[in-house]
């Protein structure tokens, strides 16, 4: 059952910028630390950026700090992820979910799936050329 839907993926060229969104029809992204995950085939999904419940919390993690920027709006419950100087490492299905220990973990920050949270919704591609 489909929980998050991200869009806003598309082809840029290195040193391109995207901006995704993130929006869901069960959850409140107010209410809980949301984060934006991606995934390259072969490899394990990995968390990206994440911000707490109240906005005020924000972590990236270092392979994005100062490239990437993840923002939201509570009134129209909808997760942003600013991506700027994309490199073609970047290349990966991102994914919206609720975060686990954003702020306080660090680079460990995780996901939390299951129950109210559901599963991995739909992710949007990011392809990045050099």
């Known amino acids: 059952q489909v929980q998050t839907v991200a869009s806003g993926g598309g082809t840029v060229q290195a040193g391109g910028s995207l901006r995704l969104s993130c929006t869901s029809s069960?959850?409140?992204?107010?209410?809980?630390?949301m984060g934006w995950f991606r995934q390259v085939p072969g490899k394990e999904r990995e968390g990206v950026s994440c911000?707490?419940?109240?906005?005020?919390?924000?972590y990236h993690k270092n392979f994005v700090k100062g490239r990437f920027a993840i923002s939201k709006d509570n009134a129209k419950n909808t997760l942003y992820l600013q991506m700027n100087n994309l490199k073609p490492e970047d290349t990966a299905m991102y994914y919206c979910?609720?975060?686990?220990?954003?702020?306080?973990?660090?680079?460990?920050?995780?996901?939390?799936?299951?129950?109210?949270?559901?599963?991995w919704g739909q992710g949007t591609q990011v392809t990045v050329s050099s």
């Open positions: 069960r959850l409140s992204f107010g209410e809980y630390d």
């Open positions: 911000i707490t419940g109240n906005g005020i919390t924000i």
């Open positions: 979910a609720v975060a686990n220990g954003c702020g306080t973990l660090g680079e460990s920050f995780g996901v939390i799936l299951g129950g109210t949270f559901g599963n």
